[in-house]
């Protein structure tokens, strides 16, 4: 079955760039998420990339696809000390489709 | 309008107890998802319904757990027997149709822990 990885911590200076990334092993995945979880908080959608889709943009989120690696990034411009949290990345394989989660990296700004 | 809500937020309960986890689910919603979250994990999915009926309970770890949707809005699910491993954050979600590239909105979850 599926499996998602990601690297479990990241640290950044405040207003740096982050950039958390993500493998996945089916490529038959046809939609990739990114969710963001803080202390006490449900999880939240930032945002999510079709797989025929190489990059998208939302204000200070980029998210990167590479299909042939089967790898996504996710890159938060002008990282702020409000970004703390953990960050998951989830692959689904369509209609109905459970989400498959990683396990999470927790990034950490420093001011 | 009213995200996913769950009841209750904690639940403490002991080895051998039965318990039930509650889901209300964004009204109008026909999917509705379930996961389980250990801690320093990422969420696992146990069962997902469409309507009233489990599309898939794939996730499920064993008869102990079961969960229903009858009237294909809240749901609950149930494990009996509970165990000390089955202590987790249990989430559900839902979305508007369970379509592709379709949004799962979470509830803020259930702790349970399991004496």
């Known amino acids: 079955g599926e499996d998602v990885e990601q690297s479990l911590f990241l640290s950044v200076r405040e207003g740096d760039s982050s950039v958390i990334n993500c493998t996945y092993t089916?490529?038959?995945?046809?939609?990739l998420y990114w969710y963001k979880q803080e202390p006490g908080a449900g999880l939240q959608l930032l945002t999510y990339?079709?797989?025929?889709?190489d990059m998208k943009q939302d204000q200070r989120l980029t998210v990167l696809l590479n299909k042939k690696d089967k790898h996504l990034s996710l890159r938060i411009a002008d990282t702020q000390t409000g970004d703390s949290a953990i960050y998951f990345c989830?692959?689904?394989?369509?209609?109905?489709?459970?989400?498959?989660f990683g396990q999470g990296t927790e990034l950490s700004v420093k001011p | 309008g009213a995200g996913v809500s769950q009841t209750p937020s904690n639940k403490v309960t002991e080895k051998g107890k039965y318990v039930e986890l509650r889901c209300d689910p964004i009204?109008?919603?026909?999917?509705l998802y379930w996961y389980r979250q250990s801690l320093g994990q990422g969420p696992e999915f146990l069962i997902y319904f469409q309507g009233t009926g489990a599309a898939d309970d794939s996730g499920l770890p064993n008869d102990r757990f079961f969960a229903v949707r009858p009237e294909g809005s809240v749901s609950t699910l149930k494990i009996q027997r509970t165990e000390r491993g089955d202590s987790a954050m249990y989430l559900c979600a839902s979305s508007p149709t369970g379509g592709g590239g379709d949004t799962q909105y979470f509830g803020p979850g259930t702790r349970l822990t399991v004496l």
């Open positions: 089916d490529s038959s995945s046809t939609y």
């Open positions: 009204s109008g919603h026909t999917a």
């Open positions: 990339i079709f797989s025929n889709m």
């Open positions: 989830a692959a689904s394989g369509g209609p109905g489709a459970k989400l498959i």
